[in-house]
């Protein structure tokens, strides 16, 4: 498995990677997670032995991330050793073309989960442009078709890549969460730690605290409804570049001293904050799957959220939360907590919902359909392997057509993207 983030990093892919390597670890299979250093407290040994590490720069133009050194990955006498059998890449890029080497080397497929809407992060790359999102669009798409087979975290997002050209087989395959971890977390435990009444109306969100989590809209809907709620705190678990702008909010509208920014928070103590929530508050659109929201639900906390790929396919308004649609504005999303907070018998028909939703989930569940394409996509390509063996150049020759295949369609991505956009000014 090789990704550009995984633990300390905290993030959906970096979770994600490490729920699919533990629960097929489980089921007796060998995984090796192949990712650049990150500062920060190291992960517990049972995840970091499976892990190989390489060279990356941190903190890149200013984010949490890491970007691994070119070719970094390629020097790894431990990779070398490994005997796979597939390999699944979880970016299209830097350790995604890594992927794609080692796997023509190797003769063995690629598998891709499409986690991300990769055209709401170029704002982390300089030059940010249009053009530069259609670069990121198509790059991701051509990605896709390179490898044997493509991993779409919900309906939506399959969908969405399908209409952009992906032809490469799809499955859909949530990353599954720990039912039995986020139900039994102790929200009294969790408030007395950060203070908050035992009586307190609870507003929560968890996740990077970055811009395209449309934190500012977020901020300023629950800002104003604590103006009207007194007895209301708003916690904050997660933590990123856009901290300071969440407090600018809250003190511009006089209720910082109601903000709580408990930082990066794992294990027992995630399950506790949870616990410790009344209704959880969402505003991304950068989502490809709902995640963060299934944890909420496991948990037994209804959702208030906006109308976006992934979170679509788990609050089902009027049933386990609220799903507002997209344009509503800051006002209207704080008024919706209002009447969430003045209904809790309404509360408590969207928490049964809730938990039956996460049953969804399962990590078990999730670990199992990925397994299965693991095991669909290989025998779909057994005799093209074998017949790539048998050639005269073997894997050598199918190294060389990937390298062409890699700089041919980065070329071709870059051209079609700068191509449109006079096009799109024109317009």
């Given amino acids: 498995m090789m990704t550009n983030t995984y633990l300390p990093h905290v993030g959906g892919v970096a979770r994600s990677v490490s729920t699919f390597a533990d629960e097929y670890r489980k089921r007796g299979h060998q995984v090796l ?17 499976i892990v190989e590490r390489v060279a990356a720069v941190q903190n890149f133009n200013g984010s949490d991330f890491s970007v691994r050194l070119p070719l970094a990955a390629t020097l790894s006498s431990r ?13 299209p890029f830097l350790l995604g073309d890594t992927a794609l080497r080692v796997g023509a080397s190797r003769n063995v497929p690629v598998i891709f989960t499409h986690h ?39 309906e939506s997002i399959a969908r969405l890549i399908r209409q952009r050209g992906v032809v490469s087989p799809i499955a859909v395959v949530p990353t599954g969460i720990d039912l039995a971890a986020f139900a039994g977390g102790d929200g009294a435990r969790a408030r007395r730690r950060f203070r908050i009444p035992a009586r307190a109306f609870v507003v929560g969100h968890t996740g990077r605290l970055a811009p395209e989590k449309n934190l500012g809209y977020l901020a300023k809907a629950v800002a104003l409804f604590l103006q009207k709620t007194p007895e209301a705190v708003f916690l904050v678990i997660g933590g990123g570049p856009s901290e300071e702008k969440i407090r600018a909010v809250f003190a511009k509208h006089g209720v910082e001293h109601r903000l709580i920014l408990a930082g990066k928070q794992t294990g027992a103590e995630l399950h506790d904050a ?15 799957q709902g995640m963060v929201l299934a944890e909420a639900m496991a ?23 609220r799903l507002l649609p997209a344009r509503t504005t800051a006002p209207k999303f704080a008024a919706c907590l209002t009447e969430v907070r003045a209904a809790p018998a309404v509360r408590r028909k969207f928490s049964r919902a809730a938990r039956a939703t996460a049953q969804e989930f399962s990590k078990e569940h999730c670990a ?13 390509t057994r005799k093209e392997r074998e017949l790539t063996e048998q050639s005269v150049w073997g894997t050598l020759g199918q190294r060389l057509a990937m390298e062409w295949e890699l700089l041919s369609r980065k070329t ?6 700068l191509r449109s956009e006079p096009e799109a000014k024109a317009s």
């Fill in 274 to 288: 949870f616990a410790a929530m009344d209704v959880f508050a969402f505003a991304s659109f950068s989502e490809t």
């Fill in 79 to 91: 990779l070398d050793a490994f005997e796979t059998d597939v390999i699944h890449a979880h970016h």
């Fill in 412 to 417: 071709q991505s870059i051209v079609t993207a």
């Fill in 116 to 154: 991300t809407r990769y055209e709401d992060y170029t704002h982390y790359v300089p030059f940010d442009s249009p053009a530069l999102k259609e670069i990121a669009i198509n790059l991701s798409t051509q990605f896709a078709n390179l490898c044997e087979g493509v991993i779409a975290p919900s």
């Fill in 299 to 321: 948990a037994g906390v209804p959702v208030v959220a906006l109308k976006a790929n992934g979170v679509a396919e788990v609050v089902r308004d009027g049933v386990n939360g």
């Fill in 33 to 49: 997670v192949v990712a650049p250093t990150f500062e920060g407290t190291p992960p517990p040994r049972r995840h970091e032995r």
């Fill in 368 to 380: 199992e359909l990925a397994l299965n394409f693991y095991t669909e996509i290989r025998k779909a």
